[in-house]
């Protein structure tokens, strides 16, 4: 049973088609991470601006 889901960005929708539950897991945890990732740097980059002026 294929499994799928979407995440929708400022360019639409990006479907992701799945070969199992534990292969979308890992798809979502993934995404996850890397806008965790995302939201850390901007936080640094907005503390840099505030401490240092820009």
Same mark, same amino acid.
């Given at each position: 049973k294929e499994l799928y889901f979407g995440i929708?960005?400022?360019k639409?929708?990006? @479907?992701? @088609?799945?070969k199992s539950k534990s292969? @979308?897991?890992?798809?979502v945890d993934s995404i996850r991470? %890397? %806008?965790q990732q *995302?939201?850390?740097v901007e936080n640094i /980059? /907005?503390?840099l601006l /505030? *401490?240092?002026g820009g």
């Open positions: 929708s960005t400022g639409g929708l990006t @479907k992701f @088609k799945c292969d @979308k897991q890992t798809w991470n %890397l %806008l *995302v939201t850390a /980059i /907005i503390g /505030i *401490v240092y």
